[in-house]
């Protein structure tokens, strides 16, 4: 039995083909109007990075950027330089294409909640995303250290349905910052493995407010979480919300 309680082998990162990630119907599921849940997460992110002077952060990092760019338009104001870390081709291949042709019309509306909440946004998506350097990798590529602040939406539990690799991601997520450095991160609620469209189980491991707190609570200071209910806006991927999670690496 898995985590899941499912018969059968855990599937795990490397088991899924990333490469093969269904940019089109899941910007349609997800991105292409904005949902109560996506007006949560920023909400909840606008007032983490207001914390923070414009440009008074050098480095930040989007961590499985995927196709979603709300999360790198939210850091530009605080950051000067902002890596989207992204293994997928596909995803790689749509973000290349935004930042050279400017983002589609419908993340609009995300931008101008983003910079309505946090005015220290560029006047433009397009400026806000002139900031962003695409790094096609994982995380296995990501020097440790190396960002002030690190950013992950949805990826630690929605890439592996084995709970200890979910663990290793947040941990990398963390060692991605300097000691002291600030995180940023969203996350299913009790997700199982998923599909996209018509498409093929994506591999995911439900995780509720406790197993984010034990993975980060070792690894974190000033760790805080709260929740967004579900939103039965979005297609039923077997969710009960979202969880939003800000906590800084410890100085060392
Ligand atoms: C559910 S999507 C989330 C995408 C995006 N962050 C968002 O907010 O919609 C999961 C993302 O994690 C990426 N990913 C998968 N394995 C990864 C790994 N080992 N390291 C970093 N990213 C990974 C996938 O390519 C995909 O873009």
Not at 54 to 68: K, M, Q, V
């Amino acid at each position: 039995m898995n985590r899941a309680g499912r018969p059968g082998g855990v599937r795990r990162n490397r088991d899924a083909d990333w490469n093969a990630w269904p940019v089109a119907d899941y910007l349609a599921e997800n991105y292409r109007h904005l949902h109560p849940c996506d007006i949560g997460v920023i909400c909840h992110h606008s007032a983490f990075y207001r914390q923070f002077a414009p440009g008074s952060i050098g480095r930040s990092l989007e961590f499985g950027a995927g196709p979603n760019l709300y999360p790198l338009m939210l850091a530009s104001a605080a950051s000067r330089h902002i890596d989207a870390l992204e293994p997928s081709t596909a995803n790689v291949g749509y973000l290349r294409d935004q930042l050279a042709r400017g983002p589609d019309d419908s993340w609009q509306a995300f931008y101008t909640l983003c910079r309505e909440l946090d005015p220290g946004l560029p006047e433009t998506p397009a400026e806000a995303l002139a900031r962003v350097r695409i790094v096609p990798g994982d995380a296995d590529d990501i020097p440790e250290g190396a960002y002030d602040l690190s950013s992950m939406n949805f990826v630690a539990e929605s890439v592996t349905e084995d709970f200890a690799e979910v663990t290793a991601l947040c941990a990398a997520f963390v060692r991605s910052v300097r000691p002291g450095g600030y995180l940023v991160a969203s996350f299913m609620e009790r997700m199982p493995s998923y599909r996209i469209g018509a498409g093929p189980p994506w591999p995911a491991c439900p995780v509720d407010a406790d197993a984010v707190g034990s993975v980060f609570a070792p690894l974190t200071a000033e760790l805080k979480i709260n929740r967004l209910a579900k939103d039965r806006t979005l297609p039923e991927y077997g969710d009960t919300g979202v969880l939003l999670m800000t906590a800084r690496r410890p100085d060392s």
